[in-house]
């Protein structure tokens, strides 16, 4: 019995053939327990030989099935970790990154070149009283140029910003001339009731731009918009400056770069002129410094505004501003900086 049921222990392999095999040896029905059953039949000198040897018996073969049992976990657990097992050089899989907004990747450029000749960068609120996005800005209560800029109001005094210039107003009314001239740039988003068709968007952005110094000339005014337009479109491109009119400049300029398409020749995007306008800009009224609190006898200086959506759309050939605010992943992905 012991030599057979070792002999069938080894050819024992997995968990339940094992707990067969020991319900079967040493069970209640197995032929260990008869034997021990059997012993009130024997006589009292056979029954200590008989069941010693049982006893023995029964313990050579529980030790074996524990054995055997240790083994086959062993085994299990060998084909699972191998199973398992990860292969650490495989390439990973990328995760997927976000990636800055085109517009912003434009005002992140622009901010970098101003930030490099000592402007400050700050933002002011979209949420804006009349008083700084209009009064202050030279555009009294009943000023016929508010038609310009039809905006939305929240309350007779509040309104969503029509533009960045209140920023001018703000920063002029905070700064202290005792410690140097100011030089500043404001990024925003701006409201116009609008309607929404490829060139008009309801909600856009502006980057305002104010210099207020001692003896700040329109040519200072020139040179930093050749700045702006060769790093955002390259050397070969130029800037013109046609008057125009604003409430808060004067003289008030509009400035055309280099058509992106002819390169000046004169085509169907330039209309022949072979100039796109891009901004516009001028010498900050007296009235606007007045109104802030600066010395215009002694003070003064440019401001300019521009659209970074515009820039965008010139830049990379975009006939439809909506594109930017749809969040559309396939058409902002192709402004992706991931390489
Ligand atoms: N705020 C003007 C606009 O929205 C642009 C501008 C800014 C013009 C500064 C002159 C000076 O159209």
Known sequence: LLNQGLEDLKSTSEQDELNELRVHLLGKKGPITKVLRGMKDLSPEERPVVGSFANEV???????????????????????????????TLPGKPAARGN??????????????????????????????DRYNFEMMNLPKDHPARDMQDTFYITKDILMRTQTSPMQARTMEKHDFSKGPLKMISPGVVYRRDTDDPTHSHQFHQVEGLVIDKHVTMADLKGTLELVAHEL????????????????????????????????????VCKHTGWIEVLGAGMVHPNVLKMAGVDSDIYGGFAFGLGPDRFAMLKYGVDDIRNFYLDDERFLNQFSMKG
Not at 77 to 88: A, F, G, N, Q, Y
Not at 238 to 266: H, Q
């Open 58 to 88: 029964r313990d050579r073969l529980q030790e074996a099935i524990d054995a055997r049992k240790e083994e086959i976990d062993q085994k299990l657990l060998t084909v699972k970790l191998e199973k398992e097992k990860i292969d650490v």
């Open 100 to 129: 800055a907004h085109v517009i912003q990747q434009i005002i992140d450029q622009i901010e970098d070149l101003f930030l490099g000749m000592g402007y400050q960068v700050l933002s002011g609120p979209e949420v804006e009283e």
């Open 233 to 268: 479109f390259g050397d070969r491109f130029d800037v013109r400056l046609r008057p125009s009119y604003f409430p808060f400049t004067e003289p008030s300029v509009e400035a055309d770069i280099t058509c992106f398409n002819c390169g000046g020749k004169g085509c169907a």
